[in-house]
């Protein structure tokens, strides 16, 4: 059992981390110079093709109310040290997989990568 559950985190965590390097390569791709387009915010339920959900501020903030999510940080630490979400939990992406016992069983994981 509790092999599944470490399994079962770790492909958490790594979709969670595919999903974070999906989105910096889509805004990186965009020809120079073309102008910004802000991203529309998108259903609460909605999963991108890298099957991680996506989830909208108001979500995060309702969950963290109530006490049923933690936020993992997973860039590197001067970016986390430069501004980071109040209470996010510092985990670099390259740590993740090597730290994956840190993530709680009990919580909506939620990971801020940008």
């Known amino acids: 059992m509790r092999i599944l559950c470490s399994l079962a985190l770790a ?6 981390l ?5 989105t910096d390569r889509r805004a990186s791709s965009a020809p120079a110079g073309s102008p910004a387009v802000p991203n529309k915010v998108k259903p609460p339920e909605t999963v991108m093709a890298d099957g991680a959900r996506r989830i909208t501020v108001p979500e995060v903030q309702e969950l963290l109310a109530k006490g049923q999510a933690v936020i993992i940080d997973v860039r590197n630490q001067p970016s986390y040290d430069q501004a980071h979400i109040r209470g996010a939990k510092l985990i670099p992406s390259t740590e993740v997989a090597d730290r994956i016992g840190e993530f709680p069983r009990d919580k909506t994981i939620v990971t801020y990568c940008s």
Request: glycine share 0%; aromatic share 10%; charged share 0%.
């Open 18 to 22: 595919s999903a974070c390097n999906s």
């Open 11 to 16: 492909i958490l965590a790594a979709f969670a």
